[in-house]
Structures are given as C-alpha cells and as structure tokens.
C-alpha cells in the first residue's frame, strides 16, 4: 500500500513539471525533434525536446505550410528586445496555411507568438506572458486559438488585426495585460470569442474598427477601465456574458453601431452600459445590477432599451441628448430613479415599464 502512495506522487511531480514546461518529454516517434531555436521550412511534424532561453531574434520560425509544432510543455524564452518573436508563423510575403502550435509556454518577446497571412492556424495550449504582445496575428483566417492564456504582457493579450476574418478564441484567458486582454482592430471581421475570460486588465475586450463581432458565453471581470470597450465597430453581438468592472461593463462610442447586447450579467460597475456618440444600437435582456448608471445613453440615437431586469442602481436608465429612442418592456424595481430623460433628448418612447 505505501509502494503505491509513492509512485502516485512521483506521477503528479511529473504532470506538474510537463504543464510549467520545465520538464522533459517523450518525443511521438513519428515527430522531428527541436532542441535549438530553427526554421520549420519543410512540411510535417516536430516537438521541442528542452526548454530554449536565447538571444536571438526570433526562434522557431514556421515558413512551411502544413507542420506541427509540439512544445512538449516546455518554454521558449528571449530576452524582450523590440521586434524579437518566440514563435513566428509565414509572413507578408507568403501565405502559409494548415499550421498548429500547441503545448508551449512563450515567454519575454515583444511578440511572444506571432503569424501573419496564415490560413488555418491552430494555437491550442499555448501560454504567452511577459511579452510586449502574446498573441499577435495579422491578416489570419479561418483559424482557432484554444485553451490558451495571455497574460502580463505590456500591451496586449491577444491581437488580431490586418483584415484577419472568420476567426474563434476558445476558452482563452487573458488577464493582467497592461492595455487590452483581447484587441480586435484594422476591419478584423467575423470572430466569435467563445469561453473567454478577460480579467484585471486596463480593457477586457477592445474592439476597434472591427466588424460582426461575437462574444459568448465569457466573462469580462475586474478590468480596470471597461469589460468591453467599443470605438467605430459595425454588427457586434454579446450574449451571456458578466461583466463587472470598475468602471463600465460595456462601452460603446466613436460611432459604434448595429451593436445588439442580449441576455448579458451586467452587475457592480459604475455604468453598467454606456453609449457616446453611438447609434441604432440594442440593449436587451439584460440583467442590470448594483451599477451607479444602469444604462447611460449620451448622444446616441435610435437606442432601443428592452425587456432588461434593471435593479437596485442608482439611475435606471438615461437618456442625455439622445432622440428617437425606445425604453419599452424593463423591469425597474430598488431603482434610486427610474428612467431618466434629459437634455435636449427628443422623440423617446418609454412605456410599459
């Protein structure tokens, strides 16, 4: 019986080592073993063999279309100098596709994983930290990242940007970044964050310019500024996701539109949900909790505030300057004030509250 306490615990030490990429790994017999930083120029299979601290520019260097790359659990680390990437995946000149990088911890880069003009791309149990950017992918399509965590870069988390289209973050973590956990920016269209937590950075998600943005099943928690924050993005949709952050749950300004926010947890911020400058946007089904404003319109027309369960906030709903607007169908209970109209607001429908 005590032989097999000890061999247990000798299991566990290992499965522990593999997850921290401080330990070795068997190599799958049909993979190329890595043991230096190299380029990947050839189709197929490799796994790093060690964990990899260098100088050099950049490390692993995928120019091959069709390869995967296994870290094995171990860490490719640099030493932070600007323009230096661990893992590099094709690039402006050549369009890659069919690529996967998975069980690696990437570490003080200024990009830690970085792909551009990449078809797709599989990122699954990376984890990117200490770097200026964790992920950074540029004009990718059609790919996944999954299971992956950004955290304590001096920027960003996540970046897509360049036109990358038709793209998910699965069960992503992005916490303690410096600006935003997730940046969807430069027309970035049609990505679905699915699972994703955002937490105690300056924005939880920050779109910027994107188009058909979709947010599902997350939480954007403890950020510093805003959940989710908004400039000029077209067509995004959120559902089923909490927010609670100290200042705004959700943020949209600087022309954003055609935004719908439908059956979110919006509890505890100082706004709840504010638009600036943002019209023909949907506020639907929320619950909307313990925040100062609940919802807070301000020069933001065509808004249409329905069937939200907005309780126990010190303003309920208000409208600054905004016209043609509908709150219709909430429920206001434990409201200091209720629905507020004010400052040269126009044409507002409230009515069966």
């Not at 060690?50 to 692993?60: H, K, P, S, Y």
């Not at 077209?234 to 749950?249: A, D, H």
Request: hydrophobic share 35%.
């Amino acid at each position: 019986m005590a032989t097999s306490k000890v061999v247990l615990a000798v299991a566990v030490v290992c499965l522990s080592q593999a997850c921290l990429g401080v330990g070795p790994t068997q190599v799958d017999s049909g993979a190329t073993p890595i043991s230096d930083c190299r380029q990947l120029d050839e189709p197929g299979r490799y796994e790093l063999t060690r964990n990899l601290t260098t100088d050099v520019g950049q490390c692993l260097v995928v120019t091959a279309s069709d390869v995967v790359v296994d870290g094995g659990g171990h860490a490719v680390r640099g030493e932070g100098r600007f323009g230096t990437a661990g893992v590099v995946v094709g690039s402006w000149e050549r369009q890659t596709r069919n690529v996967t990088v998975r069980n690696l911890a990437v570490a003080n880069w200024d990009d830690s994983v970085r792909a551009t003009r990449v078809s797709n791309l599989r990122v699954d149990g990376v984890v990117a930290r200490e770097s200026r950017v964790g992920f950074a992918l540029r004009a990718v399509t059609e790919s996944v990242v999954s299971s992956a965590t950004a955290t304590r870069n001096s920027v960003y988390g996540v970046s897509l940007s360049d036109r990358s289209r038709s793209n998910r973050l699965r069960n992503v973590t992005a916490t303690e970044n410096a600006l935003f956990g997730v940046h969807l920016v430069g027309d970035a269209t049609n990505t679905t964050l699915t699972g994703v937590l955002t937490a105690r950075n300056d924005h939880g998600v920050a779109l910027v310019g994107s188009r058909n943005t979709t947010i599902r099943d997350s939480r954007a928690v403890s950020n510093r500024v805003a959940g989710i924050w908004s400039s000029a993005a077209r067509g995004t949709r959120v559902t089923n996701t909490t927010l609670t952050n100290r200042l705004y749950g959700v943020a949209l300004a600087d022309g954003t539109t055609e935004t719908t926010l439908d059956g979110n947890t919006v509890v505890g911020n100082a706004v709840g949900v504010r638009l600036r400058d943002s019209d023909r946007n949907r506020v639907l089904n929320n619950d909307v909790r313990n925040n100062r404003d609940g919802v807070l319109l301000i020069e933001s027309d065509a808004s249409l505030v329905a069937r939200n369960d907005l309780r126990n906030n010190s303003r309920a709903v208000t409208l600054l300057s905004s016209d043609d607007g509908r709150v219709v169908e909430n429920t206001l209970a434990g409201n200091e004030r209720g629905v507020v109209v004010r400052r040269g607001s126009e044409n507002v429908t409230v009515a069966d509250n």
